[in-house]
């Protein structure tokens, strides 16, 4: 496949990785301690915290943390804007496979945001609810 063809394709399935990468943050900082805590399980997160201290650091600056993953998804999404209708191969099996990392790096782009949006919701709406 000549590389013309798969430069747009190769950025925006970097991009979505990227972005599911921040999105992971977002979960850890967030949904992880407040699962955890939901779920009895106060005493597991006081052990993990304890053998894992950047946790604390992500929780305690989460508005960095979620800003990076903003700016990953945006990038990502507008990568992957671009390069909807970026050209295929003509040959049937790279067409394929062009075709299938296409959707591979719009679904790793969902599953970033909703993982975002939920972290999100862990970390600024659940708080204000409950205050």
Known sequence: MSEPLLA????????SLLALVTAGGTLVCCVLPAAMVALGAGAALAGLVSAVPQLVWLSA???????????????SGVLLWRARRAPCPTDPALARTCTRLRRLSQWTWGVAAASTAAGALFAFALPMLMA
């Open 8 to 15: 747009p394709l190769k950025a925006s399935a970097g991009a």
């Open 61 to 75: 600056h989460k508005g960095l943390v979620f800003g990076a993953a903003g700016i990953a998804l945006a990038l």
